[in-house]
């Protein structure tokens, strides 16, 4: 992602977001900014949150840069069992699931919906490309 977008999602949630999505890319804004939304929705969930309590870390977030789909993505929890419900367990899970089942079906340049994988034949990473984007590098 470009870094003023990295910075824009750091400022909206300075507890998950930091200078690693510079390695994610600039199409996968719309599910990280979901992801991110979900991770904050789980403190509403936490016995110990209170109405206008300050927003509390559960998880760390962790981009594994893979052939493909090019990131996955993992998290852990960093506060102890006490404090996480059932119901935020199975919500982190879905969180997850989903932008792991989402991402690698964008377009990696604009977010659309992918097309194909254009798979480089100079060791180059695979990329999940919308049409439009696919025939710009087919050609270059």
């Not at 982190?92 to 340049?109: G, I």
Request: charged letters at 25%.
């Amino acid at each position: 992602m470009k870094q003023h977008i990295v910075d824009q999602l750091i400022a909206d949630y300075p507890l998950y977001a930091d200078q690693r999505l510079l390695e994610l890319p600039d199409g996968w804004l719309g599910v990280v900014y979901d992801l991110f939304h979900d991770l904050y929705d789980l403190q509403l969930l936490s016995p110990i949150h209170a109405d206008g309590a300050e927003p509390v870390k559960f998880v760390e977030v962790y981009w594994r840069q893979l052939q493909w789909p090019s990131h996955v993505l993992y998290v852990y929890p960093v506060l102890d069992a006490q404090h996480w419900t059932p119901e935020m367990s199975h919500r982190l899970v879905q969180a997850v699931s989903r932008f792991n089942e989402h991402a690698p079906r964008k377009c990696e340049v604009c977010g659309q919906p992918s097309a194909s994988i254009l798979k480089y034949q100079d060791g180059r990473r695979q990329q999940a490309l919308c049409q439009k984007h696919l025939e710009e590098r087919r050609w270059s």
